[in-house]
Structures are given as structure tokens and as C-alpha cells.
């Protein structure tokens, strides 16, 4: 992977730039993904302080991303913010590194949710998808972006769920090796879908994904929660709820490991919790 630390990213909305990620930027956000532990088809708490390899990449000065309440939420009571200030500089990105072996052929299901707070009418968080198009080759490294006011309208205040899976996305970079061709859309057309990618790019790995609110799109504040990836959604939270075990049963057979806020060292300090509770 380290044939990827000097790459070419692209994305915002109305107009795109060419930009060289920071080698030590794109280095740790993929390390961070490759040595993940992998959750499968399940609700993933991300806070502050546990990210789960999430990591805020390439974000540049005047953009920031930060932890938020929002009980409006689809994932209640927190999301994720992503905000611009009023330079064209401007860049807020969170991003996941996938698992080393994640075949884009195996990919089925992404989605997001996300609320525009303030901004142009068209504004919004897109979601990024990280592909090697021909895997282990040298080159063929994209950002596939995901655009929600190209794949319908932005209703400001509101939350809405966006079907990445079944929309279109454009393409950061050109790129072309027998049947896999993509053009760079700067921003726009060409669009391309998961399935058409699937098919004409068999070898094509994603390195990873996330959201982003890219350069030339000042004075942004949106919300994003519910971010999925394979059918793992990632629930972004200010803080850890408070789970405590409600009966002795619940702490036996590792069943003490199960709780994050607080945490237990064992079944007897579990048990203890609960007593201490009645």
C-alpha cells in the first residue's frame, strides 16, 4: 500500500482541484484500517475518544469535523459535523480504512445519512469510496464521489438517507486497463454506479471510505450519522452511553465483556455492579 502515499485526490462539488494527499495523512488512515479489527453487519459506536480507525485525513485548514448532540438524529442523541469556513481552502474529511482483502466485487451496501445546517441550497456531505481499480498493479488509484444534489434534492434541516449503492458517483481520477476505463468528472459527469465499477473493473480493492466536504465549498455545516460500509453502520456518538448489567446473568459466560460504559475486568467486578445497583 505504500505505492499509494503520493495520490491525487478530488472532491467537492461545483469544481474540482488536483490535490497531492500528505504521505503521512494517507500512510496512517490506511494503517489504521489495515490493522482494524473487521465488525460485521452490526452498529459500530464511534466517539471522540474511540474512533474505531476512523481519522480525520485529509482535512486542511478552515475546515473541521467534530463530535455534535443531535437527538434528531436517525442515530440519536449524536452525528458527526463537518463544517467550511468562508475560504475556497477550506476541507473537512473523515475517513475509515477498509480491510486489506475488501474485493470491490464484494461490496453490497453503502449508505449515509446526512443533514444540511447550513450552506447553499445544494449543500451536503459526499461520501467517499477509495478504490485501487486494478488492485495489486501499480497505479489505479481513484475517489469515487458520491454527490447527494446529483442524486436528488437537498431539503435543508432535514435528515436524509442516501443510497450510495444504487446512485451514481464521479471519479477523481482517470484511469484505463482493458475493459476498466473511468474518466475524472472534476466535480461532475461522468457518472458511474457500484454495479457498472463491479463488472468492468473485476480486480478493483477498496482501500476506504468515509465523508468529505471538499475544497471550493465554503461555509458548510452539515451533519452525518449512520455511515455504512458492507452492511456495517457506524453510529457517531459525543460520548458512550451508559449500559450497566441488570441481573448476574448478564455477566456470566463473557457476557461482562460486552459492556463499554463501563467496562468490567472480569465477571466478579460485574456481578459486584449489579448488587451495588439493587
Known sequence: LLNYLTVVMSSNNQSSMKKKYSSYALAAFLVAGLFATPVFAATTLVT???TQGWSTSDTR?????????????PYPDGALQLTTDGTNEAKAQYLKGAASDTTLASVTELSYSAKQVEGPVH???????????????TGGFTTFVYEPYQNG???PGVWQQWDVDAGQMWSSRSFSEGACTVISGAGGAPFYTLAGLQTSCPDAIVLGFGVNV???NSGYNVYVDGVTFNGDVYNFEVTAPVTQPTSSDQCKKDGYKSFSNPTYKNQGQCVSAVKSNK
Open 48 to 50: 471522540p475518544t474511540d
Open 61 to 73: 485548514l478552515g475546515g473541521a469535523v467534530n463530535y455534535v448532540t443531535d437527538a434528531t438524529s
Open 123 to 137: 449543500a451536503d456531505a459526499s461520501y467517499q469510496l477509495l478504490v485501487d481499480l486494478n488492485g495489486a498493479a
Open 153 to 155: 434534492t437537498v431539503t
Open 214 to 216: 471538499g475544497t471550493y
